[in-house]
C-alpha cells in the first residue's frame, strides 16, 4: 500500500515539479551559482525527474491517441534530431583518417616528436597526445551516431521470431522492446554515467546517495569546477572528462529515439501497412554503393 501512494504522491509533484522549473529557471540554469549546478546535479539523476518524465510520456501518449498529427510530429522531430546530429557526428571518421595519416607522416619521415597548429599563440601538443585522441573521435561516432543508425536500420539484429510474424505482431512486439527494453536500459546506463560524469567535472565528489539538502546546502559551500586533465600516459590525451560527457549524451539520445520508436510502431500499428516508414527520412545510396553492399552480404 505505501508503494502506491508514494507512486501516485510522486506523480502529483511531478506537475509542481516541471511547473517550478519553467517559472524558475535561473534557480536551475544560472551556473554562476554553484547552489544551481547542484541543483542540476540532483535532479539529474533524480526520482523526481524520472517522473516527470513519466508523466510527460503519458500525457503526451495520450493526446496522442487523440490527435495522431501530434504523435508523428513528435517522431519527425526525434528521427530528424538524431539524424542531423549522426551525419555531422559520422565526419569525424574522415577527421580520424586524417589525422592518423598526419601522424603517421610527421613522426615517421619528418622525425618530430610534436605536432603544431597555428600561429602565433598556436596549439602545440605531443605526438602522442594526438596518437591518442584518436579514440575521442571513435566514442564520438559510437555515442553520437547510435541513435542515428537506429533509424537508419543499420544496427545488426538477431532474429529468432520477429521475421516470421505478421505486420501487426511485428509493431507490437516493437514497442513492448522499446518500453522494457530499450528505455529501461537507456535510463539505467543515464544513472550510472550521470554521477560518474560530475564527479570528474566538480568537487566536493557527489554521488547518488547525496540527499538534496546535502548538495544544494552543503557541498553548494565548497563547489568548485575541477575538470579532469589527467591522462594515461604522461604526454597522452588528457581530456578525458569528454568521454564521461558523451557518455551521457549517448543515453540522452537512445532514450529519446526509444520514445521516437515507441510512438512511431503505434503509429504504423495504428494506421496499417501502408504507413510503415511513414516520413521516415533514411540515407539513400547511389547505384555504385549499393551494389558494394550487396556484395558484402
Same mark, same amino acid.
Given at each position: ?12 509533484? &511531478? ?18 551559482? *554553484?547552489?544551481?549546478?547542484?541543483r542540476v546535479i540532483y535532479y539529474g539523476g533524480s526520482v523526481e525527474f524520472f517522473f516527470v518524465l513519466l508523466v510527460s510520456f503519458v500525457l503526451l501518449t495520450v493526446v496522442g491517441m487523440w490527435r495522431t498529427q501530434i504523435l508523428w510530429g513528435?517522431?519527425? !522531430? ?10 555531422? !557526428? ?30 602565433? #599563440? ?7 597526445? %594526438?596518437?591518442?585522441?584518436? +579514440? ?27 521475421? &516470421?510474424?505478421?505486420?501487426? &505482431? ?13 528505455? *529501461? ?9 550521470? %554521477? ?7 568537487? *566536493?565528489?557527489?554521488? !547518488? ?6 548538495? #544544494?546546502?552543503? /557541498?553548494?559551500?565548497?563547489? /568548485? ?13 588528457? !581530456?578525458?572528462?569528454?568521454? +564521461? #560527457? ?34 521516415l527520412d533514411k540515407d539513400v545510396l547511389g547505384d555504385e554503393d549499393a551494389e558494394l553492399v550487396a556484395d558484402i552480404h
Open positions: 500500500m505505501e508503494w502506491i501512494v508514494w507512486f501516485f504522491q510522486n506523480v502529483a509533484l &511531478a506537475f509542481y515539479n516541471f511547473g517550478y522549473a519553467i517559472t524558475h529557471p535561473l534557480e536551475w540554469l544560472n551556473w554562476a551559482d *554553484p547552489k544551481a549546478v547542484m513528435v517522431v519527425r !522531430a526525434l528521427e530528424g534530431f538524431a539524424n542531423t546530429v549522426g551525419r555531422i !557526428a559520422a565526419w569525424a571518421g574522415l577527421l580520424m583518417v586524417l589525422q592518423q595519416i598526419i601522424i603517421v607522416v610527421i613522426q615517421r619521415i619528418f622525425l618530430e616528436a610534436q605536432i603544431t597548429f597555428g600561429f602565433g #599563440v598556436a596549439f602545440s601538443k605531443d605526438i602522442s597526445w %594526438y596518437a591518442e585522441e584518436l +579514440k575521442f573521435y571513435n566514442a564520438l561516432i559510437v555515442c553520437l551516431c547510435a541513435a542515428y543508425t537506429f533509424v537508419q536500420g543499420g544496427h545488426v539484429r538477431v532474429d529468432l521470431v520477429y521475421a &516470421a510474424v505478421g505486420y501487426r &505482431a511485428k509493431k507490437i512486439i516493437d514497442m513492448v522492446g522499446s518500453l522494457i527494453l530499450m528505455m *529501461p536500459a537507456a535510463i539505467l546506463t543515464w544513472m550510472y554515467s550521470w %554521477y560518474f560524469m560530475w564527479r570528474h567535472l566538480v568537487t *566536493p565528489k557527489v554521488s !547518488a546517495s547525496d540527499s538534496f539538502q546535502r548538495l #544544494v546546502d552543503g /557541498k553548494s559551500h565548497a563547489f /568548485k569546477w575541477n575538470v579532469e586533465t589527467i591522462g594515461f600516459s604522461p604526454n597522452g590525451f588528457n !581530456a578525458y572528462f569528454l568521454f +564521461k #560527457v558523451l557518455l551521457v549524451v549517448f543515453c540522452a539520445m537512445v532514450f529519446l529515439q526509444a520514445v521516437a520508436f515507441f510512438y512511431r510502431s503505434y503509429l504504423e500499428l495504428r494506421e496499417g501497412e501502408g504507413s510503415e516508414g511513414k516520413y
